[in-house]
């Protein structure tokens, strides 16, 4: 069998891309859970609460909704079919944060919890500090020679 032949049969086999679809199923979920917290964020300011209380409620309102949705075994039948549009929002960071934590807990509280629970997380943590390092070294030593970014 030659190469094309073979490039043949394998495209001929090869399931076909859903790339659009999965785009726009990621757009619409993940665009749906930051319109759930906007109207979060409106109703709190409807009940009073300023801007900063409003969205840092707003935070950790859907911070919660992803741990409960995490293990009520909901938020994964929803990332099956929205992909990255589940990941990007906060509720993703809860969701890879509590999902370890909740599958290791017969392990104990700091060999299960403790340490699965950074498991996936960990890594975006470490380097987003030392990436804000860095960046606040640059901008510390570009503030010294009087360059003025914002």
């Known amino acids: 069998m030659t190469p094309q032949e ?3 049969v394998v495209k001929r ?19 749906g859970i930051c319109a759930v917290g906007q109207g979060f964020f409106e109703a709190y300011n409807a009940l009073g609460l300023n801007d900063k209380d409003a969205k840092t409620l707003t935070s ?9 949705l995490t293990f009520a ?9 929205a992909g990255a549009g589940t990941l990007v929002p906060i509720t993703g960071f809860a969701n890879a944060m509590s999902s370890p934590a909740i599958e290791f807990k017969t392990e104990g509280l700091i060999t299960g919890i403790g340490a699965k629970m950074f498991a996936i997380a960990g890594p975006v943590i470490v380097y987003g500090t030392f990436a804000a390092t860095i ?11 009087g360059v003025t970014l914002f």
Request: some cysteine; proline content about 2%; aromatic content about 16%.
């Open 13 to 31: 086999n090869s399931p076909k891309s859903k790339t659009y679809v999965n785009c726009l199923a990621a757009f619409c979920i993940g665009g």
């Open 135 to 145: 960046y606040g070294l640059i901008l510390w030593v570009l503030h010294m020679f």
């Open 73 to 81: 075994g909901v938020y994964d039948k929803i990332a099956k079919h």
């Open 60 to 68: 950790v309102t859907l911070i919660f909704l992803g741990i409960l």
């Open 6 to 8: 073979y490039s043949a």
